[in-house]
């Protein structure tokens, strides 16, 4: 096996694969999160204001609905942005392998030294790479993006759909199921355990203190339900 130091650059597309999942998890969690803030906040108002279970469960069921479709379309517009961003950069990149190989050897090599290879060792790794797959080499090298792991825009608008959706069914759940009279205490607990579990998950995938996440998203829901609540009171109040 080759031992040059050169030879990790082969197990670079694991390490960046195995980033781009923890992204996606990572992305997941935050979707969860925000599918149990955006529906509790919404539950919670209306229980306020209201104890027909069936108000409550219409008004928790519009508002999954329409946050799993619109975190969907948000993120399929963005990824495919950045899909066709990246498919623009690769065939750039392809159409100057063709034109300038020698330059885009040069290139290489050049990446591979500034990295601490010595020019000679940088010069036969990147004629190695080149002559194994010229492409490939120079997309990872220069453009960091492996042409073979592109994201799926599609992909990623069900799985964002996915965790909002999962997300939201816990406070809606929460509130439908007790007594009226338990309904609003037991959905701030329940929303206040989720949201500890989903802040603690995330700090971990993102190597960020714990504490402070989960303290962060634990106010911000309790104070998101809250205002809500207060909302529904007063619009009881009123009579609307």
């Given at each position: 096996m080759d031992k040059t130091p050169g030879s990790p650059h082969p197990h670079e597309p694991h390490r960046e694969g195995l980033a781009s999942r923890l992204n996606w998890l990572r992305a997941g969690v935050l979707g969860a999160n925000d599918g149990i803030v955006s529906t509790a906040g919404l539950v919670v108002g209306v229980a306020a204001a209201t104890t027909s279970a069936a108000?409550?469960?219409?008004?928790?069921?519009?508002?999954l609905t329409a946050g799993a479709i619109s975190m969907a379309v948000g993120e399929y517009v963005s990824v495919s942005t950045q899909r066709d961003s990246?498919?623009?950069?690769?065939?750039?990149?392809?159409?100057?392998?063709?034109?300038?190989?020698?330059?885009?050897?040069?290139?290489?090599?050049?990446?591979?030294?500034?990295?601490?290879?010595?020019?000679?060792?940088?010069?036969?790794?990147?004629?190695?790479?080149t002559a194994h797959d010229a492409f490939l080499a120079h997309a990872e090298a220069e453009l960091g993006l492996d042409p073979r792991e592109l994201t799926n825009p599609w992909a990623a608008a069900a799985s964002s759909a996915v965790a909002f959706t999962l997300g939201a069914l816990l406070p809606l759940l929460a509130i439908i199921l007790p007594p009226t009279t338990a309904r609003i205490p037991v959905t701030f607990a329940a929303v206040l355990i989720a949201l500890a579990i989903t802040g603690s998950v995330s700090a971990r995938l993102g190597g960020s203190n714990r504490a402070r996440a989960v303290l962060r998203v634990v106010i911000g829901g309790a104070l998101a339900m809250a205002v809500t609540y207060g909302i529904g009171q007063l619009a009881d109040v009123a009579g609307i």
């Open positions: 108000a409550i469960f219409t008004a928790g069921i519009a508002g990246e498919r623009a950069l690769l065939a750039k990149e392809r159409t100057e392998l063709k034109e300038e190989p020698d330059f885009e050897l040069a290139e290489l090599a050049d990446i591979y030294r500034s990295k601490g290879l010595t020019p000679e060792t940088a010069r036969k790794v990147a004629e190695e790479l």
